[in-house]
């Protein structure tokens, strides 16, 4: 693959993006711990028995594993960590690019 010498980063536009992961993470975090209750409220109360309320249950034991818990949440931790990431990916780029300028 040829490298492409007007490769234009939008730095303001990355890092906004990353501080949007950064922010957004615990919402998402808790918005997903609604979702399990809700799974866990159709298995008890919609679907009390069967092979579809054992799949319900199957896929929230599965799902479960992303959302963490209020000590350690998942999906928030995972928003930073991509914060982060972006934020060395610029700092690499404006390095690698420093003897262009």
Do not use: W
């Not at 818990?69 to 930073?80: F, K, T």
């Amino acid at each position: 693959m040829a490298e492409d010498p007007n490769l234009v980063i939008d730095d303001s536009y990355v890092y906004k993006v990353g501080n949007s992961c950064k922010s957004n993470g615990g919402s998402v975090d808790a918005l997903f711990g609604n979702y399990l209750d809700i799974l866990q409220l159709v298995a008890d109360e919609g679907v009390p028995s069967g092979q579809f309320h054992d799949a319900i249950l199957a896929f929230k034991n599965v799902a479960s594993s992303l959302h963490g818990n209020s000590q350690s949440p998942r999906l928030q931790s995972i928003g930073e960590s991509f914060s982060t990431t972006i934020g060395n990916f610029i700092g690499q780029v404006k390095n690698d690019d420093q003897p262009l300028y």
